[in-house]
């Protein structure tokens, strides 16, 4: 499931936390979500890993409550 599987990787060239918008320079230690041997979401640490885990797991409640019509 898409938020367990963060790992630290070093970026290969600059890019931008997908969560806070931080700029994070190539060589920055980075958490990756990688599935399927690609990269899926690059955060700056591991409270914007939190936020999005969050975020992502009240959607999906969002949905069920939505398919059970509450």
Not at 8 to 34: D, F, N
Not at 57 to 62: K, L, N, S
């Amino acid at each position: 499931m898409i938020g367990s599987d963060f790992k630290e990787v070093e970026l290969p060239y600059t890019r931008y936390c997908g969560e806070c918008g931080r700029k994070m320079l190539k060589g920055y230690l980075a958490l990756a979500s990688i599935r399927g041997g690609k990269v899926r979401k690059y955060v700056c640490c591991e409270d914007c890993r939190l936020t999005f885990d969050d975020k992502f797991w009240r959607g999906v409640a969002a949905e069920r409550r939505a398919r059970e019509g509450r």
